[in-house]
């Protein structure tokens, strides 16, 4: 049990701080790219902290551990909502966001949510034709936002690209294997406790597998950078819908029944808290962060009641 303990908070440690080092890059590439950091944290940043995710559900897809696989999904949409973008509005409210973008994009999440309940409803599984369809529509989100991406023009930061580039994936390596560590130890101690698969993936598994992006989106807001955060936590959760689950779909389809709309239900939910008023106003606030909590809160004490 203290082996465990302690190579969970390793891995927290080491998440800790590959996200610190892939948002500062990520800001570095954000101006090397002339692009806005909100489309570098939906895309670039996004992605290297969802590593986890896809390979901790396409790994348990395979091994048929199907609950694991669509649990952790579900749960990792809402943590980081929840709790990355709960910690966010607390620690560094913002205004100026951008209200059209942020609406696309929760537009894009909802649609894959949509496409993924009406499979479950109609089928009962997650499956290929599923998976097929989320990853069409993960290429039509970065296409997308490539193109918004190419009219957007500014000064260019003076860093190396080489540096940039070896400071992105010192980081990304860094949560990759500090998620590894959370991952794999909190399934033990989960074991340990005698907590069934799907309340493991609901927190063992989603918290350690979400921890990259509760880190990159602390680190942004301590470093004033709003805008990245939010950027990274929706583009996270998009990644979350479409390719952690997409993919797993192709890999080894999965049984999916009444407790996934449970889960996306609640996923939602922070989501549309997170989202929708920054959508409106362009305006983050401290109360979304403290609902955001409340949220999480409830969800975890209904799930072991």
Excluded at 213 to 229: F, G, I, K, W
Aim: glycine share 12%; proline share 4%; aromatic share 4%.
């Amino acid at each position: 049990m203290i082996t465990e303990i302690l190579l969970f908070l390793l891995g927290l440690a080491m998440v800790a701080l590959g996200g610190d080092s892939f948002v500062g890059y990520g800001v570095s590439l954000a101006n090397k790219l002339r692009l806005p950091r909100a489309v570098v944290g939906a895309t670039v940043v996004a992605v290297g902290t969802s590593l986890p995710e896809i390979v901790v559900a396409v790994t348990a897809a395979a091994g048929g551990s199907a609950r694991i696989a669509a649990g952790s999904a579900m749960g990792s949409v809402l943590y980081n909502a929840a709790l990355a973008g709960g910690l966010l509005a607390l620690i560094r409210p913002a205004s100026g966001l951008g209200r059209r973008d942020l609406m696309k994009r929760l537009c894009f999440f909802l649609l894959a949510a949509l496409m993924t309940a009406l499979s479950v409803q109609k089928t009962g599984a997650l499956g290929v034709g599923l998976g097929i369809v989320l990853l069409c529509l993960f290429a039509v989100y970065a296409v997308t936002g490539a193109a918004a991406a190419q009219t957007v023009s500014g000064e260019a930061d003076g860093g190396r690209p080489e540096l940039i580039l070896v400071g992105l994936l010192v980081g990304a390596l860094a949560l990759y294997m500090g998620s590894g560590f959370i991952v794999d130890n909190g399934i033990l101690l989960a074991n340990r406790l005698g907590m069934p698969e799907r309340l493991a993936a609901l927190t063992f598994v989603s918290l350690g597998t979400a921890v990259p992006d509760v880190a990159a989106a602390v680190c942004a807001a301590l470093r004033r950078q709003p805008s990245l955060a939010l950027g990274n936590i929706v583009g996270a959760n998009i990644i979350d819908l479409m390719l952690v689950i997409g993919i797993p779909a192709l890999v080894a389809p999965m049984e999916a029944g009444p407790p996934l709309f449970r889960d996306m239900a609640a996923a939602c939910a922070a989501m549309l808290l997170l989202v929708l008023p920054p959508a409106l106003t362009g305006r983050l606030r401290r109360w979304q962060g403290a609902a955001l909590l409340l949220l999480l809160a409830a969800c975890l004490i209904l799930n072991f009641i």
